[in-house]
């Protein structure tokens, strides 16, 4: 016994970074973390690599009774967590005693909260990961998101300490005025759309729709208008201007499904028939984990050099170099 | 149309898209194809992961392990290195798959579809007529007629998307529009030249002709096949349906709810592109079953 589930949350599930890596050939798509920024930093403040298992819990987190002591990390959304009635803080380790209760409640801010136990959670790798795949019913805790009565099982930890902070600096920061600007990579399809449609996706605000999750995140704008190559295309293609032959998708692409764009998430369909005229880079996800339906998103155009940039520079603040040096804060 | 040179487009800072032509004539997918095993044997250094499909494959990199312009350099070197389609020569195995045509399953997701959203007349009946045979009896046979390709495994888990190799048996339909809201597991779909089998019961839009009663896919390993691997068939894997009627199709679902059911899957031949053309040149395309 390391963990009772008193209540599931929302949509808690357990997740590993970078997921089921090497598995499209099979059709599964990723999964992993959505913010895996805020995520890989909960592991690092309990002292586990940056990818190990850990908990995602959506919008509303779950209640948990921790049946051994345990040192745990919260990040990302502040669900108003508290330890047998206290508030937790988050972005630092805490101690919890077997016993005790934690219990998050909905994100005030943000929207996806990790939770981190040292020692990772020690459910089976299938297919080489952690990750949780719902409509896979694999990985994970029996394939599903946390539900009452359940166990979690944790791996042993010989590194952890409560009260270990991050340095100033090192985690996600807050959206400017409560819009996100999110990168985007021009491409695959980008030639589908005209000079104009690119301009006005480029231009214009985006609300993310209610009718979104890990599968994706779909988005409510203008209209898109289209080249020859979407207009005049053989029939094979479809019929639709947004209709391409089946292709594989990358994980992230802004998938243009007619007149809605959706941005492909980490437990997406890994194939279909529409074009992705551009993809929000991995360095980029994590805005996506934290904003919430009807919030704005406006997207910036950057090279593939710099998206891969950007990605270096978080994984590299996704390490113990991020903490804190102990002692009083 | 086929490129001349393959395209290499960026999707975001760890994928690219490699195109090699813009329809869905299968030499596409043999390059495709060809193009995933290469990059397989090759171990090239940062490559994670391959998604192909009819004409394109997906190929997912580590950026800290090689650069995009690197890739792009590997991917033409190794794309030259298949030489000409007819070169190719694609590990394939051959499964037989039990299927009930016309099953009354599929017929009651039609017949709800109808109901539900938009007017329709059963499946197999509205796919013969339109291709010109007699009945959705002949559709069965035409069907079963042919080893069916598959082009890749994709989508949800274990789906096969696949084409049919003799072009005495393709076929050709409008997908569902719009989609259906959910589908029978096992079903067995037609849509553009494409043939699926449904391993998840969500939305889908292919006309739906027959059922199977035995899983693409088994994440608990139940069933003997499943002990070594999560999905039956990989992508250049080749599908005979074999027609079974109502008892038989029963007696499957028994086999495979105990425990006991044994796939039956050829494992020792290779699918030669040239010998494949060759032969289906010397073929009467009027000719149907």
């Excluded at chain 1, 403040?45 to 995602?56: D, F, I, T, Y």
């Excluded at chain 1, 949780?132 to 009565?149: H, N, P, R, S, Y």
């Excluded at chain 2, 290195?81 to 007819?86: K, R």
């Excluded at chain 2, 059911?261 to 494992?267: E, H, L, P, R, V």
């Amino acid at each position: 016994m390391a963990i009772t589930v008193i209540k599931g949350g929302l949509e808690t599930t357990v997740q590993d970074y970078p997921g089921r890596k090497g598995a499209f050939g099979m059709g599964f798509p990723p999964s992993g973390p959505i913010d895996h920024w805020s995520f890989r930093l909960a592991n690092v403040l309990v002292g586990n690599a940056p990818g190990a298992a850990a908990l995602e819990c959506a919008f509303i987190g779950p209640t948990l009774r921790f049946e051994r002591d345990a040192v745990i990390a919260l990040t990302g959304a502040d669900m108003k967590a508290t330890l047998d009635g206290d508030p937790v803080p988050l972005w630092q380790s805490i101690g919890a005693r077997a016993g005790q209760t934690l219990a998050l409640a909905s994100a005030v801010t943000g929207a996806r909260t990790y939770i981190a136990f040292a020692g990772g959670i020690d459910v089976p790798l299938f297919l080489d990961s952690r990750a949780t795949f719902v409509i896979g019913a694999c990985g994970g805790l029996d394939g599903v998101a946390l539900k009452e009565g359940q166990t979690i099982p944790l791996g042993s930890a010989d590194n952890a300490a409560p009260g270990r902070r991050l340095k100033e600096g090192t985690r996600p920061p807050a959206p400017a005025g409560g819009i996100w600007e999110i990168e985007v990579v021009a491409g695959p399809n980008d030639d589908w759309i005209d000079a104009a449609g690119q301009r006005r996706f480029l231009e214009s605000d985006w609300k993310l729709s209610p009718k979104s999750n890990r599968v994706g995140f779909r988005l409510e704008g203008p209209e898109w208008t289209f080249t020859e190559k979407a207009t005049n295309k053989a029939p094979e293609n479809g019929e639709h201007p947004s209709n391409v032959i089946d292709h594989g998708y990358p994980i992230g692409a802004i998938n243009l499904c007619g007149q809605t764009p959706i941005i492909l998430m980490v437990d997406t369909l890994t194939l279909g028939g529409f074009i992705n005229p551009y993809t929000v880079p991995t360095c980029a996800w994590w805005k996506l984990g934290q904003s919430r339906p009807n919030e704005t998103y406006r997207f910036r155009q950057v090279s593939v050099a710099e998206a891969q940039a950007e990605r270096r520079r978080i994984a590299a603040l996704c390490t113990a170099a991020s903490l804190a040096p102990e002692g009083p804060p | 149309m086929i490129y001349d040179e393959p395209r290499v487009l960026p999707g975001g800072d760890t994928f690219v898209l490699v195109q090699f032509g813009d329809d869905a004539r299968i030499d596409l997918n043999f390059m495709a194809l060809g193009l995933t095993a290469a990059l397989r044997e090759d171990r090239t250094k940062g490559v994670i992961d391959t998604n192909p499909s009819y004409n394109s494959v997906v190929v997912e990199y580590d950026p800290d392990l090689i650069g995009a312009d690197d890739l792009a350099q590997e991917l033409r070197r190794l794309i030259e290195g298949l030489g000409s389609v007819e070169d190719l020569e694609l590990e394939s195995r051959l499964a037989y798959l039990p299927v009930m045509y016309r099953d009354p399953w599929t017929k009651a997701c039609v017949e709800d579809y109808a109901q539900r959203i938009a007017p329709r007349d059963g499946d197999p009946e509205f796919v013969a007529r339109i291709n010109g045979l007699e009945d959705a009896a002949q559709l069965a046979r035409v069907h079963s007629g042919t080893e069916h390709w598959v082009v890749a495994v994709c989508s949800t888990p274990g789906l096969p998307l696949m084409v049919a190799l003799d072009p005495r048996c393709a076929i050709t339909s409008p997908k569902y529009n719009p989609p259906r809201t959910w589908t029978t597991l096992g079903a067995i779909g037609v849509g553009g030249l494409s043939t699926s089998i449904y391993t998840t019961p969500g939305p889908g839009g292919y006309n739906l002709i027959g059922r199977t009663p035995v899983p693409l896919w088994d994440t608990q390993a139940r069933l003997p096949a499943y002990r070594d691997r999560v999905v039956l068939l990989d992508a250049a894997d080749r599908v005979k349906f074999v027609p079974v009627e109502l008892e038989e199709f029963e007696y499957i679902e028994r086999r495979v709810a105990d425990g006991t059911y044994a796939f039956n899957i050829t494992g020792y031949q290779r699918f030669s592109v040239r010998a494949y053309k060759d032969w289906v040149a010397s073929l009467d395309p009027s000719e149907r079953f």
